[in-house]
């Protein structure tokens, strides 16, 4: 075989990682969404939030800072500590268990039996509202993530491979983040699966998903069900705050990693858990490779954006529900 | 309830009958929200402190005092429209758009309403022809100086032949990043060396693809024209290939602490062409720390002295300050409008004798403006980013870039908007 296509196989396995980084993002999406029938504008938001949030409490920033310092004349920026990460992750964690019971207090109670659009719309504010409470809490320049996550090539993969496609070929290049990240992803997918099949809180979740009323009427608690939903697409969020964070540094464009995962959800399904894996994945080797095959050598490259809502919007014309979703049909 | 009264009626009287006080008024174009805040704020900051010291410490220019009126764009063209139309009426002097997308928008408007723009570093590169654009200036550098500078750094490291080299550009796909494609196609002619295009998409936070592509070409070199996270993560990525740092030459845009420190120590040895110096080690820093920082005046949160960026903007103001003297010199008055700011900032003369008086000895190129040339001198100097210390140093003096090359192209570009907008060529 020639190096050319073991550079494609290449192409192809960076993809399918890629497509696990668009996954985390996704899986958020679709918790919410199975458990409430809202689509969460704000869990990119969420993320960028999540991210924030640990890398001020590792370094031991002071949170509202700038805004303490305006009114009170003081010069206060750092508490002079550095938390281990798993108990600056722990601590994210707690913030954004509050931040769920918050908004189901706040927002969710009020616009119980809203239409969907409303709920929608209130995510959107919500959003936006978080993107300015974060900029306020933790500052608006760009953080180092350093939870203890290798980067760079995975040198093993890289020598170990090289020998297959000649003096051209330099062996695999895979990013031992992008491993990190798969495992992990991995492990979320199982620990949410078993979660929603097996536990007690896990059947009530998909009860609600179910049939509100239905739920309601054996003693569910809607509100209660509602915090525990955001909660874990809260956690998701962290999870998908590190590794891109990780990946690019922690900033506002982490919000943005949203407009990634649409087309993962349009494709895999609103309400799949395994569907955003797959559907993540799918999205990340046809972006990549269409890169590799048409894109970069016949189109000038910079084709994956528009690429992943053009397969997405193809997966849509023959299956509109995506491939794991759930075909609603509703009797008139 | 009389006493209000009273008060509200005697507060206006006296608002009514105070004479007004003349100000030089500055808009500054600011983005401190959005995907790009974190190079917004340090300018916004720098530009607005500059200003600040002038009023306090020399109690503004030529006695008259100066105003810098903020409007939040968040890097939105059409925001950055708005805010051009809710400002222009407040006697605005000179706007600095600090963006290419919005320079583009602002040039037609700004000739009509009389306004100079100033664009250093980035806007629409033609305007340094003077005879074409009579009110938009971008001294000391462009973005063709930028890439002529990148290729000349190139010569330096092998002995002047780069032939048979190769040169990869990863770009934001904007109005922005395709600047420079041209000249390094004219320069890629010129010199022998082969030369890759790999566009990123906005916001530039997943770079695989083009990444794969210089690992699996192995290009000698790659120059960059990112901004915001783009930067960063083109910075990982390179380093998680192995790319040798050293023969990765980013735009004065992607060469700030923004863009190396989430790196940490792999971005170590990274380069940036640059118009101006870095660091704090200056005496005007001094004079902020007395006047500004101490004074509780600083904008911002006041974090950002001696950044890249910060320092960029206190550069940008520096220049707006020496032009508004100049125009006060030619027109005899001391509250200047819009029209005598235009003909300071074409008669401008940056020595060193005037950055050294303004504490800022060897902060930039020295250069005049003429109206035939805008765009200053084109001369570039090259810094390095020393992960260890966190700094970047200058590794090489202002040299001039490839003048026969880039005044080609300017003539070309900007004749052909004079002929499409039916511009009469001439100085004013």
Redesign the interface.
Known sequence: MSAGFY?GV??FL?GLM?GVMYSLVALGFVLIFKASGIFNYAQGVMALFAAMTLVGFQNGQVPF??LI?TIF?TEL?HFGWHLPAFVAILMSLGVMILFAYIVERFILKHLVNQEPIILFMATIGLAYFM??FG?LMW????????VGIP???NLWIEESTAFLGGDGF?GF?L?TLDIYATVIAAILVVSLVVFSKYSKTGRALRAVADDHQAALSVGISLRTIWVIVWAIAGFVALVAGIM?GS????????S??AL?ALPVLMLGGFTSIPGAIIGGMIIGVGE?MF??LI??PFL???T??WFAYMLALLFLVFRPQGLFGEKIIERV | MKMTKFAAVAAAAITVASPVLAELVFPSLSY???????GG?PFADGYADYFTLVNERDGGIGGVMTKVVECETGYNTEKGVECYESTKGMGALVYQPLSTGMTYQLIPKAAVDGIPIHTMGYGRTAAANGKVFNNVFNYPDNYWNGASAVVNHMLELNDGDIKGKSLALVYH?SAYGKEPIRTLEILSEKHGFKLT?????H????Q???W??I??EKPDYVTMYGW??MN??AI?EA????FPMENFIGIWWSGSE?DV????A?ANGYKAVSFHSTGSDFPVYDDLKKYVVDA?KAA??G?QLGTVVYNRGLYAAMLAVEAVKVAQSIHGVKDITSVMMRDGMEALVINEEIMTAQGMPNFGPTFTVTCENHGGPGTVGVLQWDATAETWNMISDYKPTDSEVINALIEEDSMKYAAENNIELGCK
């Open positions: 550079f290449e192409v960076n890629a800072a700038h310092n004349g920026h993107e300015g900029d500052g608006s320049e760009i953080k180092k993530m350093d980067q760079g090539g330099y290049y990013d891109w990946k690019s540094g922690v900033q506002f464009s982490l943005l990693i990634k990549k890169e590799f894109g970069a000038g490259g910079a994956e954006n | 401190r929200t959005g995907a790009y805040a974190a704020i796909n295009l790999l566009p990123v998409d916001p530039g936070q997943e695989k693809s083009q794969l592509q690992r699996r915001g996270v960063p993560t990982q380093a998680n290939i192995r923004n420190k989430p790196v940490g792999a509780g911002g949160a974090d």
